[in-house]
């Protein structure tokens, strides 16, 4: 869709930079929140300097099927370039379950493959009720639909979470999915176990290319049955966590199940089905790519490909087909904001870390990788380092500061984004001392980059795709920290519920104000604003903007 020019917005003379600093949420601003404690002066300048405000970046304001649900870097980045709240991967398979379309197409090749003599039915996937990158219930409903439909053999490969769920809770989910597991044995007569098991930092779940090596110890021990061996699931994290007390659900080594006579009860072998359950797809497209690739796959020696009939959830990736088959189809996203600036011939330029380079770029375009325009789009991406975030949490913050810089003071992008992953990423090791550093990195990155935009005498528009370092401990009801034992907080390492800031600064000082009337505003609304800061008319169908109509600013308040 090519923009009409706005009758009463003009851009300003240099770029309009929009940064998401990732996991930056608006807390409850006590000691264990690590956005609170942190000293960022510059954040707090622009607060006080430019039209300020919260938006709601969870729940049904980003497509999730309740105000319970956290939001994430990918629905965040959805909503954020689409500037529409449409249904994201949870309530897609919701969808698909209550209307019986999961069970038909690429299911019934998977089912029907399975059922064949000497055949198993694998289910890989995060092993969770977060809703996030999946939901153990999901699990469950294909589990009992294949053992009523006559698939004998079925075998779960599950990684733990403690991620997007408190952490050190794989016990509760491992006991959950054994008692479904012998609930479908004695109705159905079925052989259902659990085959192995592994954390989702250190199995399978890679993303963007950042570790290939965490593919490949999923794949030993999901293919290749290699690794240590325990009688069952929870005998292996009972006897991993009596090694390392203080171990996390999610770097859980990869361990496989055998039976007596120490042989692996369900590697994955010719002839198979294998599910791939996540919704979500930056964390599924590797080891999708892993059992689809030809004989040219070279980013680790996978030893024996078997061939399997194999599905993923839903379409991970849609400029690449990964996968070639998948459960439910993704809902199509067009005129993106991206979209309909690149149509309207506005310069682009994105960057971001590996950890987040797929959030600016696919994510943000609403599931494509591919430019809209390879004359006016410009990607960058900063690789990441490959250590625990928080031996390391500024990251990749001054790098990526650097190729904003560049591309502001080039001169040639009339619309530059970012976004800086150390806050999120940080966040998620529940080390709140890390994740302090990390905001204060984040918040000196931020100043380089005011600096640029006033120099080029742009306007910064910044922002959040959800809370994450806001909230570093785990609380109880009633909102008191939860404490080990000995006392110590018990720490947090998953999203929150938090809303996230919004402000814009144009050092310009022209007359900016947000609106009002807008209490639920989310990050959808955000597209439009944009839109209408470069000097556009947004879609009608967007969300609308959170600028207020020239005649509403108060043109006596005073100046910086």
């Known amino acids: 869709m090519k923009l009409e020019r706005h009758p009463d917005r003009q851009p300003p003379a240099g770029p309009l930079v929009f940064l998401v600093l990732d996991g930056v949420g608006v807390g409850r601003g006590d000691e264990f929140d690590a956005v609170h404690v942190a000293r960022k002066p510059t954040l707090e300048r622009l607060r006080r300097e430019g039209a300020w405000r919260t938006l709601r970046a969870h729940g049904k304001a980003v497509g999730l099927p309740s105000d319970s649900d956290i939001g994430n870097s990918e629905v965040g980045h959805n909503i954020l370039g689409a500037g529409r709240v449409f249904p994201q991967g949870a309530s897609s398979v919701e969808a698909a379950f209550a209307s019986g379309s999961l069970w038909l197409g690429p299911w019934r090749r998977i089912a029907d493959n399975a059922k064949r003599e000497g055949a198993t039915l694998h289910f890989i996937g995060l092993l969770s009720d977060g809703n996030v990158h999946a939901h153990q219930q999901h699990l469950e409903r294909m589990l009992e639909h294949a053992a009523a439909e006559g698939v004998r053999r079925l075998r779960v490969h599950a990684l733990l979470d403690g991620r997007d769920v408190p952490d050190r809770s794989g016990e509760r989910y491992l006991g959950r999915l054994e008692q479904t597991l012998a609930r479908l044995r004695e109705a159905h007569g079925c052989d259902a176990r659990i085959a192995s098991c592994g954390g989702r930092m250190v199995t399978t779940m890679d993303r963007y290319e950042a570790d290939w090596r965490i593919v490949e110890a999923g794949w030993r021990v999901q293919v290749l049955g290699e690794g240590r061996k325990f009688p069952s699931a929870l005998d292996g994290l009972a006897a991993l966590r009596a090694e390392q007390p203080d171990l996390s659900d999610q770097v859980v080594p990869a361990y496989v199940i055998a039976d007596a006579a120490g042989q692996p009860v369900g590697p994955i072998v010719d002839g198979d089905s294998v599910v791939l359950y996540n919704f979500r797809g930056d964390r599924a497209i590797e080891v999708s790519v892993a059992f689809e690739a030809d004989a040219s796959f070279d980013r680790f020696e996978r030893v024996r490909v078997p061939k399997v009939c194999f599905a993923g959830m839903m379409l991970y990736d849609g400029d690449r087909a990964i996968p070639a088959h998948y459960l439910v189809s993704p809902a199509a996203v067009r005129d993106t904001i991206s979209e309909c600036l690149a149509q309207s011939g506005c310069t682009q330029f994105a960057c971001a870390e590996t950890q987040k380079y797929g959030h600016i770029t696919y994510f943000w375009n609403g599931n494509l990788s591919a430019k809209f325009s390879e004359d006016d789009e410009v990607y960058v991406e900063i690789p990441s380092d490959r250590v625990p ?88 009801d009633a909102g008191r920290p939860l404490r080990t034992p000995a006392g110590a907080p018990v720490g947090r390492t998953s999203h929150t519920l938090n809303p996230v800031p919004f402000v814009v600064w144009d050092p310009a000082q022209r007359a900016l104000a947000l609106r009002t009337d807008l209490p639920q505003a989310g990050l959808a609304n955000v597209a439009a604003t944009l839109i209408e800061l470069l000097g556009f008319v947004p879609p009608s169908d967007y969300e609308p903007s959170l600028l207020a109509a020239a005649a509403d600013v108060d043109n006596t308040r005073p100046r910086p």
């Open 389 to 476: 975030f928080d031996q390391r949490p500024w990251m990749k913050s001054a790098e990526t500061a650097d190729a904003l810089i560049a591309a502001i003071d080039e001169g040639r992008f009339r619309f530059v984004r970012a976004n800086f992953a150390a806050g999120d990423m940080v966040g998620h090791t529940g080390n709140l001392d890390a994740a302090v550093v990390a905001v204060e990195a984040v918040d000196l990155a931020l100043a380089r980059v005011a600096q640029a935009v006033q120099r080029a005498r742009g306007c910064l528009v910044v922002t959040a795709d959800h809370g994450n370092a806001d909230e570093m401990v785990e609380r109880d």
